[in-house]
């Protein structure tokens, strides 16, 4: 809205699918986001009775989402990352997330051709001359 403010609280993200090296050995590597159906995948969901989260795509341009079937859904990024570093399946999140684990060798990115960066976060907030104080501080100690 013309009437808001936007102030980055990160710098550019992008999202990555991961697996391990054991689990590409055995079930091979997906080439194009549509593969992920006939893969084991590790999803997240916000929380019980909800959707797990349609992992996200963008091929020239045009964005896309993949409905997978996980083997296993969860709401805790940790499960995640150690169920995809013992070989579980695939998972998919933000990239600094996993980045430790791919910088060991431990997990590898997939479809990074339709995997790319997006501006990040933004806070917004209405235009305002006289800001709480609260909020004030907040924007503050978020701003880059």
């Not at 695939?90 to 990074?112: C, N």
């Amino acid at each position: 809205a013309q009437d808001m403010i936007a102030v980055p609280v990160s710098t550019a993200q992008r999202q990555v699918a991961v697996a391990s090296p054991a689990y590409l050995a055995r079930a091979g590597t997906p080439q194009h986001p549509q593969d992920l159906v006939n893969h084991r995948c590790i999803g997240w969901r916000r929380g019980p009775g909800l959707a797990p989260y349609r992992w996200e795509f963008a091929e020239q341009g045009c964005e896309f989402d993949v409905a997978v079937n996980p083997q296993l859904t969860t709401n805790d990024m940790g499960v995640m990352i150690r169920t995809a570093c013992a070989g579980g399946g695939i998972s998919f999140g933000m990239e600094e997330t996993f980045q430790p684990y791919i910088a060991r060798g431990e997990l590898v990115t997939l479809l990074d051709a339709w995997l790319p960066a997006f501006a990040g976060f933004y806070l917004y907030f209405p235009s305002r001359k006289n800001l709480a104080p609260k909020l004030r501080a907040l924007i503050d100690h978020v701003r880059l």
